[in-house]
């Protein structure tokens, strides 16, 4: 079903590895389609609880989107492989279970995007992380220039895209562009870990928190739907009431009981 990527379910959690090692994973045409599909499989398949993203081979993540791809491009053809490569990373952002980018070596240009577009990210200690675009005559246009800023800040944003450096796993926590950084060996496990302490809270809470969140950065009014994140969190916080989740979590507090979360 899936050319350019494996897939396999481990207590719930969707492990997704994009699989063109001889490319460094880069992300071609298929790639973007394949990472569609699978999106709408996250979105629908009731058995999938969350996914984790990460690269297949040991020196790479995604090194970026396929530069042999570019080349024959004129300006329209360009903007609209940007704007497919934007809606399936949005659709992976707004996924209402968690996506956990778990990178595993180079993740540049386009591979810094997708991971920016997961939820979180983890890394191994040779993960290093850029948006070198300037390299070729061009700009991030997956999400780059935008989420990168949000997450590091402008200046640090703006340093990275303008001289094209590479910045190693070491200054990506320090900047909070991961959560932690650990060893080739220990990122699955890691990654898989944390997942199983979300998979034990309740689902609905978990879809709201990310997209109360997702509003708090970004401005975008078609994708916030002109609502301010406050608004937004008054309007989940109260819909939370509406779940049996939310009677069963408050009442497991009281008997001090552990919750049993049914994501109704
Ligand atoms: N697009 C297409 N092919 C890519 C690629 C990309 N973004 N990144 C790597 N590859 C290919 C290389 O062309 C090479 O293919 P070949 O063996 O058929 O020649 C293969 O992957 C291995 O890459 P190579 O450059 O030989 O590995 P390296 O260890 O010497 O260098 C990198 C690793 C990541 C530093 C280097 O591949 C690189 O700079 N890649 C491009 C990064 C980039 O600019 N990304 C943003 C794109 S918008």
Do not use: W
Request: charged residues 20%.
């Amino acid at each position: 079903m899936y050319s350019t990527i494996l897939t396999s379910l481990e207590s719930g959690s969707l492990i997704i590895t994009i699989n063109r090692p001889d490319k460094l994973n880069a992300l071609n045409a298929a790639v973007f389609n394949d990472l569609d599909k699978i999106a709408d499989e996250i979105y629908e398949n009731p058995a999938i609880k969350s996914a984790i993203i990460t690269g297949s081979g040991v020196k790479a993540f995604v090194a970026g989107a396929d530069i042999s791809e570019f080349n024959s491009l004129n300006k329209e053809q360009a903007m609209a492989m940007a704007k497919k490569g934007q809606d399936v990373f949005f659709k992976i952002e707004n996924s209402k279970k968690p996506i956990i980018a778990a990178v595993n070596g180079f993740a540049l240009g386009g591979g810094c995007e997708l991971a920016m577009a997961c939820h979180f990210r983890l890394c191994s200690g040779n993960a290093k992380f850029g948006q070198p675009e300037v390299n070729l005559g061009l700009i991030p246009g997956y999400g780059g220039t935008q989420r990168l800023t949000q997450l590091v800040g402008k200046g640090k944003s703006m340093e990275m895209q303008m001289t094209a450096q590479l910045i190693d796993a070491a200054e990506a926590l320090q900047l909070g562009l991961v959560n932690y950084v650990t060893t080739p060996e220990n990122l699955l496990i890691k990654t898989k870990e944390i997942l199983q302490v979300i998979h034990t809270k309740a689902p609905v809470a978990i879809g709201k928190v990310i997209e109360c969140i997702n509003i708090a950065i970004v401005s975008d009014s078609a994708y916030t739907n002109g609502k301010s994140g406050f608004d937004k969190e008054i309007e989940c916080f109260g819909e939370c009431f509406d779940t049996k989740d939310m009677r069963e979590g408050t009442a497991a507090f009281l008997e001090k009981r552990k919750a049993n979360f049914t994501g109704e």
